[in-house]
Nanobody
Framework: QVQLVESGGGLVQAGGSLRLSCAAS????????MGWFRQAPGKQREFVAG????????YHTDSVKGRFTISRDNAKNTVYLQMMSLKPEDTAVYYC???????????????????WGQGTQVTVSS
């Protein structure tokens, strides 16, 4: 069992930057592949980025490639989402998710993740 707590959300102007953090409980964090999802009002939850347990493999959805970067620090049990050049359409609640998995496979479907944080609001004003 792992518990996830996101932080770092807030209000930012278009073109600005934010870094989200997700702190995980437990002593086997490196055994968990992690992902970031987001959900805007009236829309389905969508995959943003994922990273393997070792951090050696990452994947970003097309709409954030070149602007967002997922990373992790296994010594700190934390996964990050650095967001740059933010756009109003990035406005959403951002969720951290985890799945116990080895290897370099990066899951992109919400149903593949077993653990979820409570979410953090990101609002980008135009």
């Amino acid at each position: 069992q792992v518990q996830l707590v996101e932080s770092g959300g807030g209000l930012v102007q278009a073109g600005g930057s934010l870094r989200l953090s997700c702190a995980a409980s437990g002593r086997t964090f490196s055994s968990y592949a992690m992902g970031w999802f987001r959900q805007a009002p009236g829309k389905q939850r969508e995959f943003v980025a994922g990273i393997s347990g070792s951090g050696g493999s990452t994947y970003h959805t097309d709409s954030v490639k070149g602007r967002f970067t997922i990373s992790r620090d296994n010594a700190k049990n934390t996964v990050y989402l650095q967001m740059m050049s933010l756009k109003p359409e990035d406005t959403a609640v951002y969720y951290c998710a985890g799945r116990r998995a080895g290897g370099n496979y990066v899951a992109v479907n919400a149903y593949e993740y077993h653990y979820w944080g409570q979410g953090t609001q990101v609002t980008v004003s135009s």
